[in-house]
């Protein structure tokens, strides 16, 4: 958000119609105006919202983190916050509201199997690119003597039977098992 700049509004106002400071500011007016708009550019880069290549660049390499070829910009905004935010969830609730945040709310289905010691995590195909940063993320946050089982929730007999052998006739046996649907 980049702010205009006018230089002769600072001036007393004698001064404001003297040719040569009128010349003056109008060279560099344009030059502030583009140093305040990069000035606001470095300070988007501060923040986890509204960073871009560059700023996920520079937090991925303070906090050691690998972004896959695949990622969006919003995954890896979202893998920096959730590394900045690194608190523990020692409540099924806390780790609830932190996979909705990892994976969006709805698109996981949480077990856990308090005599067995084990947490199942289905992820639904809906978010099936952040599978892998799941996985680590729950290895990271789970305590060690739990179980993790993670799977992704591929569509079954029973999801597709409300769609008829015409709808699904463009649509190999993988695609259907493993895309997202409408």
Same mark, same amino acid.
């Given at each position: 958000?980049?702010?205009?700049?006018?230089?002769?509004? #600072?001036?007393?106002?004698?001064?404001?119609?003297?040719?040569?400071?009128?010349?003056?500011?109008?060279?560099e007016e344009p030059e502030l105006?583009?140093?305040?708009?990069?000035?606001?550019?470095?300070l988007d880069e501060c923040f986890?919202?509204?960073?871009?290549?560059?700023?996920?660049?520079?937090?991925?390499?303070?906090?050691?983190?690998?972004?896959?070829?695949?990622?969006?910009?919003?995954?890896?905004?979202?893998?920096?916050?959730?590394?900045?935010?690194?608190?523990?969830?020692?409540?099924?609730?806390?780790?609830?509201?932190?996979?909705?945040?990892?994976?969006?709310?709805?698109?996981?289905?949480?077990?856990?199997?308090?005599?067995?010691?084990?947490?199942?995590?289905?992820?639904?195909?809906?978010?099936?690119?952040q599978f892998d940063y799941l996985?680590?993320?729950?290895?990271?946050?789970?305590?060690?003597?739990?179980?993790?089982?993670?799977?992704?929730?591929?569509?079954?007999?029973?999801?597709?039977?409300?769609?008829?052998?015409?709808?699904?006739?463009? #649509?190999?046996?993988?695609?259907?098992?493993?895309?997202?649907?409408?």
């Open positions: 958000m980049a702010r205009e700049v006018h230089l002769t509004g #600072y001036l007393p106002d004698i001064l404001q119609k003297v040719y040569e400071f009128l010349q003056i500011h109008k060279a105006t583009l140093l305040f708009g990069k000035g606001d550019l470095i986890a919202d509204s960073m871009d290549e560059y700023g996920c660049e520079r937090w991925e390499k303070m906090l050691a983190i690998v972004p896959k070829d695949t990622d969006t910009i919003e995954l890896r905004r979202l893998r920096i916050k959730s590394a900045l935010n690194g608190d523990t969830p020692y409540t099924m609730r806390s780790l609830e509201n932190k996979l909705n945040a990892l994976c969006g709310e709805g698109n996981f289905i949480l077990k856990y199997a308090n005599d067995e010691y084990t947490l199942t995590v289905g992820l639904a195909l809906a978010a099936k690119n996985k680590e993320a729950l290895e990271e946050i789970v305590p060690a003597n739990i179980v993790i089982n993670a799977y992704l929730m591929y569509n079954t007999h029973g999801f597709l039977r409300r769609f008829t052998h015409e709808e699904m006739g463009g #649509y190999t046996h993988r695609q259907l098992m493993e895309e997202v649907l409408e």
